[in-house]
């Protein structure tokens, strides 16, 4: 079969339009948080209908591409991912934006994720029968390992405070139990609501998380939120040479996200975390990791972009969607007649090796326009004043939490959860390992649940467990990535100790330095009352599920068990001067702090009531009073209220006139 001779039907006019076009709205979708790529391929897809299957699936196929990548302009600048899949993103790339390296940053990603698709789509176009194999391999016990290989991850996210790092993932996993139990079907933990009976949406709280907390101390202070770069730019040349030297990091992370994408389920956030894992693993410096490292940026953009190929070999060869937009693409197959299945690259040939060559042109095309984009984006975030900077990004939150589902209440869980977030990371519970223990909780359960039945009902629990060869494989690496930072943290610093022993004067004299003797940390009475908050919830999970089948309580009680264990130990050791102190607040800063919070939960509160417009609005000029430190001109003023009332608006027409979504009907608009 001459697969080359389809890369003709590719490079028509119409077929580089729609590869164009669709990576360009799929990167402004996937920059936007909440607006996802699944949400954008849905919306496209009945204009499909009436294209050349080819040309079609192209179009999605560029879509979906170019939102995986958009999602980390969002993770770079305002520490939100725009997808779930850029969250270890954030890890990196935001602290190189808030010290002046966000274009950087910026060109980084977009290489990375130019590797990464590019390698995904070669996997796809030469060995999708062979790798589709490597899908059917995997079980639940090699699915519930490869989640506690994610979740290894916070060893490394929490080195000198590993134990509020394992509280976080607790407190995330729990969060992952509420809803309808994924094995078994229990209701868990709604408290009597029919809006928890869904869980809680995945997006909506990695948007609360994550961005709330940025929100609220981006008003406290007059600091722009983003250090200008001096040099200005994308500073390609520094950015070529520093991407050039992580060759070895971008080759094996995009392969990591070929394989990982083949998963159905897994998809692009596991692909990251177990790539960023690797490249801190491998580092020779992983104390930089979480504060700024290029590595990181470029080990997760090239897997999460390599997963869109991978995750197309499943859909294409053996009908089974990998992810969500995965899924809408094979509905689109189906409605075009297209029989899915290991016999579609022989009868279908000339539109599945059309498709692959599109979605390969596709990710060509992603280099220049993300570098484009990225041009602008940098600085024109830089430039915003504070003033019009926050109400836009709180606007943005607010509607990517409401868009998934047309729902306020999403809009409510988000806003709570990142005022919660926001509270805990005052006193050193990161919102990294909560995030972490939310997305990879259901996947950790289902495979956990399903592997213990089988395991019970034939008698070999623990071979299920630990004698599958992939699973031994996942075990022994998540093993070495947990201990790794600790063996490397305690070689710096004896090798410090006898630097600085060699370093020191025959015969002393030197003033010895004072020691900590915790009357700081003891003074802090935060961190003892979260942890009493959050043992309470631990024994509250263990009462709760008393109640529930075996399979629905299991997950929960460990869970439940080791979080009210692990936080009072936190208590003990704060008591023993063991941890650090809480950071200093300012009395203004603490007033707009409150008002802040104040004012997003009023928003989400009255969305319904006043209607979706009319409260965002209010709530927009609301902000830009918060967030004011320069007093302008009265005519600046104006400006920026007439501004705020213009982006409220298009907004609003976006998602009710273009979008079709529901929205509340209130008193007003």
Known sequence: MDILGYLWGALTPLNLLFAAVGVVLGTVVGALPGLSATMAVAVLVPFTFTMDPASGLI???AIYT??????????????TPGTPSAIATTFDGYPMARRGDGGVAISLATMASFVGGIVGALALLALAPPLARVALAFGPPEYFWLAIFGLTLIAALSVGNTLKGLIGALLGLFLSTIGVAVVGGDVRY????????????LTSAIIGLYCIPVLIDLVATRDPHLKSAETGGLRLGESARIFLAQKVNVVRSA????????????????????????ARRSSDSPERFGKGAPEGIVATEAANNATVGGGFIPTLVLGIPGTPPDAIILGALLVQGIKIGPTLFADEAGIVYTFIWGLLIATVLMLPAGLLIGRYAYSTVVRIPKAMLAPTVALLTVIGSFAIHSNPKDAQMMVGLGILAWGLARYGFAPSPIVLGLVLGQIAEQGFVQTYLIGNASGRIAEMFFGRPISIGIILAAVLTLAYPFVADRIRRRKRTVETAAAAPVGGGGVPEAADDGQEGARDLGTPIWAGLLAILGVLALWGAQGMSAMGSV??????????????????????????????????????????????????????????LTASILAFLAIIVVADYDRPAPRVWALWVVSGVLICIAFWWILADVLLLRMPSGLLI
Do not use: C, K
């Open 59 to 61: 179009a999605l196929g």
């Open 66 to 79: 170019g939102a995986i990548y958009g999602g980390a302009y969002a993770a770079i600048l305002v520490n």
């Open 190 to 201: 709604t408290l009597g609501m029919q809006s928890f009976l869904g869980g809680i949406d």
């Open 255 to 278: 392969v990591i996200g070929t394989v990982v994408g083949i998963l159905p389920g897994a998809g692009g956030s596991i692909a990251g975390l177990v790539s960023y894992s690797e």
């Open 555 to 612: 997950f929960p009680t460990v869970i439940g068990a080791a979080l009210a264990v692990l936080s009072l130990l936190l208590i003990g050791l704060h008591f023993a001067g063991r941890t650090a102190p809480a950071e200093a607040t300012e009395g203004e800063s603490r007033v707009r702090r409150v008002a802040l919070a104040v004012i997003l939960a009023l928003w989400v509160a009255l969305l319904s009531v006043l209607g979706f």
